[in-house]
């Protein structure tokens, strides 16, 4: 599994996401952003994760997350997850190079609110 660089940030964390709440496009093939990592975080249940090659490729990684554990999806790297026990909750924290484009405007987004 991949390892996020000394240098990135996290600059966004989603919500808590359980079955009633993940959004739909986690539960189908997508990927993260050029230069964004994607952090998961099972804090309830079971969450499996399928990564992928490419967009029409065959599942290249199955992985088990468990309570506690974390899983990284590198930038642009095609994926799903899919939530095994109906008690999961997890969150994803996304981090990219501290002075990239996108954790700028992310963090003027938060000065704005």
Known sequence: MATIPKD???YKST????????P???LHLHNTKAGVYGKIHVLRGTLKFYGFKDRRAE???ELLIEVGQTAISPP?????????AADTQFRVDFWAQADSDIVAENQ????AN
């Open 8 to 10: 990135f940030v996290n």
């Open 15 to 22: 919500p808590l996401f359980d079955k009633d709440t993940v």
């Open 24 to 26: 739909k496009m986690f």
């Open 59 to 61: 599942v290249e990684t």
């Open 76 to 84: 642009q790297y095609w994926h799903k997850v899919e939530l095994m």
């Open 108 to 111: 003027s987004e938060r000065d």
